[in-house]
């Protein structure tokens, strides 16, 4: 049996299902129970009632799924497979900054560790930050963390005046205006959309914007159309297979002189072998402390919650 056929036995014989990020490498997509993204996979992980969740995503993603299922075995291919955007705010830091503002109600982006999870009233996606951020009365303040570029939209589309933490993605900051910009006039007629971890003035270039599952929907929307992608390129195999007749032309990085698409090396850690050794072996798990957990998983229902 060659390795997709194993892992579909494995799973069937441990109970075991497979979330995959729309930024995993294909083979991984094509052997996974469910590709979605932050806020999909998250209610997918609530909702299991298998005994092993594998996740082929990133740490923060697999923290996500272990904090809502304490009793199940959480399973991630690299445990080095981290995230910049959730690196870029260390806990301490973190716990400094909300202490100093006891009277903010704290909005988190799903892509940070389960400690900054732990401090936050609400977590939110790419998908529903915008509903998150309007649930929270008019007249109370808010820090929003991780993300600046993501905060600094939805202030755009709300009219809300956040306390930023100062957060990127690597990735998504790494896109050439420059570059784009030639893209689109090698590409007249084609339409750019972009994901709301992009700094501004890719944003500003956009026809849509919107998380990686919003981003997909418009395309389906729009069979016929070329479209330039300005997110991690990983999306574009789900993409693809979702409107064949569509035109994706990925988004280059700033420093990409030898292909045009700009990858997370942290999602592309995990490959099909790592799934399968994984699976088989039951390792590397996800632990989470119980006292952490205990807090960390109130903001996440809250979201999910808020999100029906």
Known sequence: ??????????????????????????????????????????????????DMIVFAGVHFMAETAKILNPDKKVLLPDLM???????SCPPDAFRTLVEAHPDHVVITYVNCSAEVKALSDIICTSSNAEKIVNSVPKEVPIIFAPDKNLGKYIQKKTGRKMLLWDGACIVHEAFSMDKLL???????????????????????????IGSTAGMIDYVKK????????????????????????????????????????SECAFMKMNTLQK?????????????????????????????LELSK
Request: with cysteine; charged share 25%; hydrophobic share 35%.
């Open 182 to 208: 030639k893209l689109y006039k090698e590409h007249p007629g084609s339409k750019i959309i972009a994901h709301p971890e992009s700094e501004s003035h890719i944003l500003e270039t956009a026809t849509y």
């Open 222 to 261: 729009h069979p016929a159309e070329k479209f330039i992608v300005a997110t991690e390129a990983g999306i574009l195999h789900k993409m693809q297979q979702e409107v064949p007749q569509a035109v994706l032309i990925p988004t280059p990085a700033e420093e990409d002189n030898t292909c045009a698409c």
């Open 81 to 87: 497979a981290g995230c910049s955007l959730a690196d």
């Open 1 to 50: 049996m060659d390795l997709h056929q194993k892992i579909t036995e494995l799973k069937k014989q441990k109970n075991a299902v497979i979330l995959a990020h729309y930024y995993q490498v294909p083979e991984i997509q094509e052997v996974a129970d469910y590709v979605g993204d932050s806020l999909g996979l998250s209610q997918k992980a609530a909702e299991t009632d298998a």
């Open 275 to 303: 799934l399968y050794d994984c699976l088989l072996h039951e390792t590397p798990q996800i632990e989470v402390s119980e006292e952490i957990r205990k807090k960390a998983i109130l903001p996440i229902e809250r979201m």
